[in-house]
C-alpha cells in the first residue's frame, strides 16, 4: 500500500465522505422506488450533497464546529419543514429518512476523527438496519413479550449483577465466591439462550438433525430425552439415532468452549480428545441414518419439536446455583480426604446429574487440584453421563432403534473410556 504514502490525507477523507454519501442516498433511492418523489426529502444527489455540505463546514472550522454546528441546525429546521410537509400531503409519520439524512451529515465528523474501523461499521449499520425492516416486523411478530423481558432478564444478569458482586469466597467452609458462581450461571445460560434463539427464530421448523444439533449446544441429555420420546410416538426411526449422536457430539464442543473460557491450559490438554469424540459422534451420526429403518415417505413430513423452554428462569439459575456450590463443597471434601484420585473417581458418580455445575467448578479451581486431575475428571464424567443418556434413550424410545443406540452409544463410551486410559497412562 506504499500508494497511500502519496495520497493526500484531506483528499482520501474527501472521497470516503462522497462515496458513503452516495451510498446511502443510492440505499433511498431503490428503497423508494414506488414511491412520488415529490414528497421525499432526496435520494442519492441530496444525501450526498449533504455529506459534501457538512464536510465543507467541518474543515472550516475543524476545533470549534462552529460552522459545522450551525449547518446541523438548518439541516434539521429544513427536514423539519419536509416531514411537516409530507405529513400533510398523505398523511405518513415515518421519520426514517429524515434521521438518516442527520446521520450522513455527521459522517465527516466521523472520517476525520474515529479509525476507519469505526466508521466502516457505522455505514454498514446504517445499510443495513434500512434494509432489514422487512425482516425486523417479521421478527416483532415471532417474539412475544416474554422474549424482550428474557432479554431483559440476560443483560441484567451480565451486565449489572455480575460486575456488583465479589470475588472472595463465600466462607472457609464454602469454597466458592459469587462472582464465580455467578459467571457460571452467565456463561451455561447465555450458550443456552443462544441455542434457544436460534431454535425459536432462525430455524423454527428444523428438522431431526438439526433439532438434536441446536439442542446439543443447550443440553444433550434433555434432547436425547426429547427425540426418543418423540421416536416413540412418531416412529421415526434412525434419523433420531442420528440427531441423539450429533446432540451427543455438541456437547463436546460445549464442554470444550467452557473450557477455554475458564482454564485454557485444561482446554488445550481436552482439545484434541474432544475435537475426535465430536468427529466420532458426527460419523456416528451419519451412519445411523444409511441403514434408515423409517416409515416409507414419511421422511420429511416430521419436524421434531426440541424444548422452548426459557433458559433463563429463575428456578433454571436457582438449582444450577445450589448444584454449584454442593458440588464444591463434595469436590472439595473428596480432595482433602481421598485425594486427585477421589476427584476423579466422584467424576463417575456426578455424571449421572447434571453435569455442568460440576465441570465449572472444576474448570474455576485456582490451583487447589492439578490440572491432569481436571481433565480426567471431565473426560470420567462425561463418559458416565454417555451412560446415563444411552439408558434413558433405550427406554424411552421405540424397539425399532433400541439396537442402533445400544451399538452407537457403547462406540462413544467405549471410545471415551480408551480416551481415558490414555490420559491415565501418562
Not at 454519501?21 to 449533504?50: A, C, K, M, P, W
Request: net charge neutral.
Amino acid at each position: 500500500m506504499q500508494i497511500m504514502n502519496y495520497i493526500p490525507e484531506e483528499f482520501t477523507k474527501f472521497i470516503l465522505v462522497l462515496i458513503f454519501s452516495l451510498l446511502i442516498g443510492l440505499e433511498q433511492r431503490r428503497h423508494h422506488l414506488n414511491e412520488n418523489e415529490d414528497l421525499l426529502f432526496g435520494t442519492d444527489r441530496t444525501f450526498t450533497f449533504v455529506g459534501l455540505l457538512a464536510y465543507v463546514l467541518f474543515i472550516a472550522d475543524p476545533v470549534n464546529y462552529i460552522p459545522f454546528l450551525i449547518g446541523f441546525v438548518l439541516i434539521g429546521l429544513l427536514l423539519g419543514i419536509q416531514y411537516y410537509h409530507k405529513i400533510g400531503q398523505n398523511g405518513k409519520y415515518g421519520l426514517t429518512s429524515t434521521i438518516l439524512a442527520l446521520l450522513t451529515y455527521c459522517i465527516p465528523i466521523m472520517v476525520f476523527t474515529q479509525p476507519v474501523w469505526l466508521v466502516l461499521s457505522f455505514i454498514v449499520a446504517l445499510l443495513l438496519i434500512t434494509e432489514l425492516k422487512s425482516h425486523f416486523i417479521t421478527l416483532s411478530k415471532k417474539a412475544s413479550e416474554e422474549e424482550f423481558i428474557t432479554l431483559a432478564k440476560f443483560i441484567a444478569f451480565a451486565g449489572i449483577i455480575l460486575p456488583l458482586l465479589p470475588e472472595e469466597n463465600i466462607s472457609a467452609q464454602i469454597p466458592v465466591s459469587p462472582y464465580h458462581l455467578w459467571l457460571a450461571i452467565v456463561v451455561v445460560s447465555g450458550i443456552s439462550y443462544c441455542s434457544y434463539l436460534l431454535k425459536k427464530f432462525v430455524f423454527p421448523d428444523s428438522g431431526t438433525f438439526l433439532t438434536g444439533l441446536l439442542g446439543g449446544i443447550y443440553s444433550s441429555t434433555a434432547t436425547t430425552i426429547i427425540l426418543a420420546r418423540k421416536e416413540k410416538q412418531e416412529q421415526t426411526g434412525c434419523e433420531t439415532v442420528s440427531a441423539i449422536m450429533i446432540a451427543n457430539g455438541m456437547m463436546y464442543l460445549r464442554i470444550l468452549f467452557l473450557a477455554f473460557l475458564f482454564n485454557r491450559p485444561v482446554a488445550i490438554s481436552l482439545a484434541i480428545p474432544f475435537i475426535l469424540m465430536f468427529l466420532i459422534s458426527f460419523i456416528l451420526s451419519k451412519l445411523a441414518v444409511l441403514n434408515k429403518q423409517k416409515i416409507p415417505h414419511q421422511e420429511d413430513q416430521h419436524k421434531a419439536t426440541a424444548s422452548t423452554k426459557n433458559p433463563l428462569e429463575f428456578r433454571t439459575a436457582a438449582i444450577f446455583g445450589v448444584l454449584f456450590v454442593v458440588f464444591a463443597l463434595i469436590t472439595d471434601f473428596v480432595l482433602k480426604n481421598y485425594g486427585s484420585s477421589g476427584v476423579t473417581g466422584l467424576a463417575y458418580v456426578v455424571g449421572v446429574t447434571d453435569i455442568d455445575p460440576f465441570l465449572l467448578n472444576l474448570l474455576q479451581q485456582d490451583g487447589g487440584i492439578e490440572r491432569m486431575t481436571i481433565v480426567l475428571a471431565i473426560l470420567n464424567a462425561t463418559n458416565s453421563n454417555n451412560l446415563m443418556k444411552m439408558t434413558y434413550a433405550i427406554s424411552l424410545s421405540s424397539k425399532n432403534i433400541r439396537k442402533s443406540l445400544i451399538f452407537n452409544f457403547l462406540v462413544l463410551i467405549a471410545s471415551g473410556l480408551i480416551i481415558s486410559l490414555f490420559f491415565y497412562i501418562l
